[in-house]
């Protein structure tokens, strides 16, 4: 068997050690305990919010209004992928609760339309291969192989649903088959639910109010959402350093409240059993390390500079000037043999 590309699994007791020279473990066990209290306080704000903006999008017409309510719904359909996440590496629960757990799952990947069982396979291999352009199915198959500035803002529109699609459907031809099968329930259950309620409104009201509230909102700023906060995660990196292969984002409240701290992503990767409500504390704890380690913060605006205006490519350091490619045209190509 060939061995693996360089992966997060290889490297990890590595960086580990270094981040531990510098972070006491007692405090990464205090930072650790899990209050599912706090959980839970969040998952009922983040449904007040999905339901008080959709009420918001059904009553009002004036695009003033309800268009800045659809953007801020498309951050909380992202926000469930984070609930999801915390579902998948259980650390919702002091104690271990499968049936319970399992439920959240399917409950947290609705209001997206993702199948749980797909999205926990995809997020473990990342953890585990995390560096490799094969192993990671991110890397592999989701981040942009076109390094040109149309193709990186087709992410940005309805296109990432298919483009997501995509990958994900990529990645499943190396799942075991009963695997398969139930990520295709899944999505089919979640899909009709949808549908459901996309006819349900257009029933009740009209087509106009159905794309206020269900799809332009998951189709026009999910998008967007998804898309700002993987810029966040692996795309400004140091390959050569894996304590750096990840981006630092310190953020701020709005985007701490509108993100669920998801911006802290290479803090969760340090330790992915440290829960999302105190993500902001591991990093204040870690800001000595990184500014030992030359690992500056990066914002939003900065990294969509770099992405869409810079043109820098993915998974690369963009503080090095990468060469120009040459470019041959015609007789140019051709050269004469030297005698």
Request: overall charge positive; proline content about 7%; aromatic content about 14%.
């Amino acid at each position: 068997m060939a061995k693996k590309a360089n992966s997060w699994f290889q490297v990890q007791d590595d960086v580990l050690t270094r981040i531990r020279a510098e972070l006491p473990s007692e405090r990464v066990r205090e930072l650790q305990r899990l209050r599912p209290w706090r959980h839970f306080l969040t998952v009922g704000r983040l449904y007040l919010q999905l339901f008080l903006l959709a009420y918001i999008c059904w009553q009002f017409t004036n695009p003033w209004i309800w268009l800045p309510a659809a953007f801020i719904q498309g951050f909380t359909v992202l926000g469930f992928i984070i609930l999801l996440h915390e579902q998948l590496h259980n650390v919702i629960f002091k104690k271990r609760h499968p049936r319970i757990n399992t439920m959240l799952g399917y409950l947290y990947a609705l209001p997206s339309a993702i199948s749980s069982s797909q999205f926990t396979r995809w997020h473990l291999d990342h953890h585990a291969n995390l560096g490799s352009e094969i192993d990671d199915p991110k890397r592999a198959h989701l981040s942009p192989k076109k390094n040109k500035r149309w193709y990186k803002l087709l992410y940005f529109t309805i296109a990432l649903l298919p483009i997501y699609g995509r990958a994900a459907k990529a990645e499943n031809l190396t799942y075991p088959a009963e695997l398969t099968r139930k990520i295709k329930r899944q999505r089919a259950v979640n899909f009709a639910i949808h549908l459901a309620i996309a006819g349900g409104i257009w029933y009740l009201a009209d087509a106009y109010t159905m794309l206020r509230v269900h799809l332009i909102p998951m189709t026009v700023f999910f998008p967007i959402a998804f898309i700002l906060n993987r810029l966040g995660q692996h795309y400004w990196i140091d390959p050569d350093d894996p304590v750096k292969w990840g981006t630092r984002v310190d953020g701020s409240a709005p985007i701490h409240f509108l993100f669920l701290w998801s911006n802290f992503h290479i803090e969760h990767h340090y330790f992915p059993q440290v829960p999302m409500y105190n993500l902001k504390a591991l990093n204040r704890e870690l800001r000595p390390f990184f500014e030992k380690v030359g690992m500056p913060n990066r914002t939003y605006p900065e990294l969509l500079w770099g992405w869409l205006v810079r043109n820098k490519r993915a998974h690369t350091n963009w503080d090095v000037t990468e060469p120009a490619e040459p470019t041959v045209h015609g007789a140019e190509a051709y050269s004469e043999p030297r005698l």
